[in-house]
């Protein structure tokens, strides 16, 4: 079993940065990712990071910056020239290939407006 927790999330003016954490517990995790969902929208995978790879949504590309360390089960997301389309509840996820599961965080909310 893995369990994540994410924090970081809050309230920011349009341009400002925010970075999210990430940390799981457990073993055999291969990648981990961050989803997000807006009211109203589909949820949406942002960035992705894996051993030696980092993989980025086009809605975000440039702005935002995913790291971390997959052997310390640990991920992060920078979030850089925020624009209030970028508001929603931040999700981390953990890829364990086999037996193919995907564990998710309780989420965190991130609020761009002036």
């Known amino acids: 079993q893995v369990q994540l927790v994410e924090s970081g999330g809050g309230l920011v003016q349009p341009g400002g940065s925010l970075r999210l954490s990430c940390v799981a517990s457990?073993?055999?995790?291969?990648?981990m990712r961050w989803y997000r969902q807006a009211p109203g929208k589909e949820r949406e995978l942002v960035a992705e990071?894996?051993?030696?790879?980092?993989s980025y949504a086009d809605s975000v590309e440039g702005r935002f910056t995913i790291s971390g360390d997959i052997a310390k089960n640990t991920a992060y997301l920078q979030m850089n020239s925020l624009k209030p389309e970028d508001s929603a509840v931040y999700y981390c996820?953990?890829?364990?290939?086999?037996?193919?599961?995907?564990?998710w965080g309780q989420g965190t909310q991130v609020t761009v407006s002036s």
């Open positions: 457990g073993f055999g995790i291969n990648s």
């Open positions: 990071i894996g051993t030696d790879r980092t």
């Open positions: 996820t953990a890829l364990v290939y086999n037996p193919g599961m995907e564990y």
